[in-house]
């Protein structure tokens, strides 16, 4: 069974951080690109950042060198380090994993940017 599983998120004031880690089961974690998506309330689901099975890695625009995607393959975990949080970074923040013909999510973890 495959589970991918978020955790870190949490209410943060601006100017703050947040880790949020996905621990993954049940997937050859090295053969998947891994990403983080998000989600506001009333908006699409957007791509925040990914990570290649080779450790490339692209953020979207919006992120502005706030945060960093990385990986560690012998714990099967790919984590968001979010510095500089601001209250448009409100959303719950969804991983996934992704290779051709797999594509696997998480449930998210919710993370509210508010003083």
């Known amino acids: 069974q495959v589970r991918l599983v978020e955790s870190g998120g949490g209410l943060v004031q601006p100017g703050g951080s947040l880790r949020l880690s996905c621990a993954t089961s049940?997937?050859?974690?090295?053969?998947?690109?891994m990403d983080w998506f998000r989600q506001a309330p009333g908006k699409q689901r957007e791509l925040v950042a990914r990570?290649?099975?080779?450790?490339?890695?692209n953020y979207a625009d919006f992120v502005e060198g706030r945060f960093t995607i990385s990986r560690d393959n012998a714990k099967n975990t790919v984590d968001l380090q979010m510095n500089d949080l601001k209250p448009e970074d409100t959303a719950v923040y969804y991983c996934r994993g992704f290779k051709i013909g797999d594509n696997y999510w998480g449930q998210g973890t919710q993370v509210i940017v508010s003083s």
């Open positions: 049940g997937i050859i974690f090295r053969l998947y690109a």
């Open positions: 990570i290649t099975t080779g450790g490339s890695t």
